[in-house]
């Protein structure tokens, strides 16, 4: 694997075996983790997940085994200071109640003692940032916001001091699907501009899939089942335990691995409004599909026609509604739009909504195929390089 | 749903402007009934020596010397030691002393004074100790509920962040606590006022010696005046106790 960034955190034969318990909630963990990346902490309730990612920021003390950050071991020594080099987020986010939400983001950069002046700007800059109103948000207190915008205000607070490293336990679990959704699209836009080292835990798969740059999937113990990219994953599950723990679907859930601008759109005929109702018909003749796309004077997708529509109306007008996506959209969710729109071709538009192409499902089938293909050549180049050694 | 669930509850917690007056007028108007009766009366010498604003107010500052001091002597202690019993360090300890609080609680007071009047004195100081002794329960148990009901999540994001165990104690859980510790102070500065009446049996004064002589000498108008007085005192003390856990609730709350 020679695309891997150094590595930001070691965890070097990790072990916690709490008081009272015959067996170890963490057994020897060795894990490497990439700089800039999210590694998503993944496994069944209980398996050491949460236990694993409190040692690194030492909430809980290891029983043995070592911790280096940036190759600095941080295992001894004050663990408060480490803490302050760490952003955390917790399910629960855990805001202070009784202060407002610019204190609250205010917190480690007044304990690292910051000037007034460069707290509140950050202050500023970090509500923003998450997509909030500095001044209408900064005076006001937690339980004044609603679920989701706390979880962005813990996220800010956690980033208030730029640290590099942040570990989120289950970030979005407490929030209702369609918001978790949007915060999870929001955060990864935002760490795609600020590239920190993220650890993640989760027990969610399908959040794991979408979020992770690289997955560890655990065992009890905390024992890694399979440590890869999310792809690699979901073609080839290192065993029955991975692949239960997918669950069924996996070819669905790679859909959402892969996005719209990722593949090649096709073309559609198409007329504009204003056209003459003579020249789409001649249109229509010439190709093999059955219908024409109409797009208005902006270059924006209206509707579909068929031969029917443009003999009954005088102009072109009417006709069925189109299915848009953007070129941002996963595969998965232009699948869907298909499936509601009941249309087997979705269209798909650029930032400010004009027709750039279709896809159908022709095209996701051969994105499909073209990931698996891709996949069986990386097991054989690897089996012909294990052979050559 | 919601919306209605916070409005209720926002009238439940925040009383009116007039609301916050009520009580002080009631208490204004009791006590102009109780002076109208009086100078309704003829007094004999008896009555006119106990019934006259300038040996009221005598009784009145005892009374609320023993109040204060005592009261502040359960703050000094039982806060701290409220406190210190919630740190994980102290988990072993929290029972059995917990149970030397109980004890102070139960014994009846006028037992307690009794016993420290034959081993030690009468007076002010042994009258103070029986009121500490049976009002430092209230508020060394709401010290220790406060704190412990603060969100977990919360502390441990403070640990999270890097705030030490004592910057957790002093900037998140003990503000968070501040309102059930209040409502703790309160109702030990009210059982004081209560217990304070009895006070007067060993010689510390206080309107419980004008409750007393009207019993002993059998004039019940100043049985009346020294019982009404001493619940005007400790309603009007429960309602700046109110007010003082109004003013001083964190926001945000």
């Known amino acids: 694997m020679t695309d891997t960034p150094p590595i930001k955190i070691r965890l070097d034969k990790l072990v916690k075996r709490f008081p009272g318990q015959a067996r170890p909630a963490v057994e020897e963990l060795s894990l490497e983790i990439p700089e800039g990346e999210i590694l998503i902490l993944v496994g069944p309730s209980g398996c050491g997940k949460t236990t694993t990612m409190k040692m690194i920021n030492r909430l809980i003390e290891p029983t043995s085994g070592r911790i280096l950050l940036d190759d600095e071991d941080v295992t001894h020594g004050d663990p408060d200071k480490l803490r302050r080099r760490i952003g955390y987020v917790i399910q629960q986010i855990g805001l202070f109640p009784h202060q407002t939400i610019a204190q609250n983001i205010a917190t480690v950069p007044g304990l690292l003692g910051w000037s007034k002046e460069r707290i509140a700007a950050r202050v500023d800059e970090l509500i923003g940032l998450v997509g909030m109103d500095p001044a209408d948000y900064r005076d006001r207190y937690p339980k004044q916001l609603s679920g989701g915008q706390r979880q962005r205000i813990g996220v800010a607070r956690a980033m208030s001091a730029d640290p590099d490293v942040m570990l989120m336990d289950e970030p979005f679990g407490a929030i209702d699907p369609i918001t978790r959704d949007r915060l999870q699209n929001e955060f990864l836009r935002l760490q795609a501009e600020i590239k920190k080292t993220i650890v993640f835990v989760t027990h969610d798969i399908d959040e794991a899939i979408k979020m992770g740059d690289r997955i560890a999937i655990l065992r009890e113990g905390s024992q890694i089942a399979q440590f890869d990219t999310p792809e690699r994953i979901l073609v080839n599950p290192a065993d029955e335990f991975v692949s239960d723990f997918i669950g069924r679907g996996a070819s669905l859930k790679r859909l959402s691995l892969s996005r719209v601008r990722d593949i090649e759109p096709s073309t559609w005929p198409t007329v504009t409004v204003g056209d003459d109702p003579a020249v789409a018909r001649r249109t229509l003749e010439e190709t093999d599909r059955g219908s024409l796309l109409v797009l208005d004077e902006h270059g924006a997708p209206r509707s579909w026609v068929t031969a029917e529509h443009l003999q009954r109306s005088s102009g072109i007008d009417g006709g069925l509604p189109v299915a848009t996506v953007g070129s941002a959209a996963t595969l998965s969710d232009t699948l869907n739009e298909m499936l509601t729109a009941r249309y087997s071709t979705a269209v798909v538009v650029d930032d400010t909504g004009r027709y750039t192409g279709v896809v159908d499902i022709d095209t996701i089938n051969e994105a499909i195929r073209g990931m698996r293909s891709a996949e069986r050549e990386r097991q054989r180049s690897s089996l012909a390089k294990g052979a050559a050694t | ?253």
């Open chain 2, 1 to 253: 749903m919601t919306i209605a669930v916070e409005q209720l509850d926002v009238g439940l917690r925040r009383r009116t402007a007039l609301g916050w007056l009520v009580t002080p007028a009631v208490l204004v108007a009791v006590l102009v009934a109780l002076w109208l009766i009086v100078a309704g009366r003829q007094l004999d010498s008896i009555e006119e020596r106990r019934v006259n604003l300038a040996f009221i107010g005598v009784a009145a500052m005892e009374h609320l010397t023993l109040t204060a001091v005592s009261t502040l002597l359960v703050l000094v202690i039982a806060i701290p030691l409220g406190v210190l019993l919630t740190r994980p360090s102290a988990r072993r300890i929290t029972g059995p002393a917990l149970a030397v609080f109980n004890v102070g609680q139960a014994i009846p007071s006028i037992g307690l004074l009794v016993i420290l009047a034959i081993v030690w004195d009468v007076g002010f100081w042994p009258a103070v100790v029986a009121l500490v002794a049976y009002s430092a329960l209230p508020v060394l148990r709401n010290t220790m509920v406060g704190i412990q009901q603060v969100d977990e999540s919360v502390v441990e994001s403070g640990r999270g962040m890097g705030l030490s165990r004592l910057q957790v104690l002093t900037r998140i859980e003990l503000p968070l606590a501040v309102p059930v510790i209040l409502t703790g102070l309160r109702t030990a500065l009210v059982i004081n006022v209560g217990t304070a009446t009895i006070a007067a049996l060993v010689n510390a004064g206080g309107f419980g010696g004008i409750i007393i002589t009207g019993l002993v000498q059998n004039r019940q108008l100043v049985t009346l005046v020294g019982s009404v007085l001493t619940a005007v005192l400790a309603l009007a003390i429960d309602y700046l106790g109110r007010v003082a856990e109004e003013v001083l609730r964190p926001r945000g709350l």
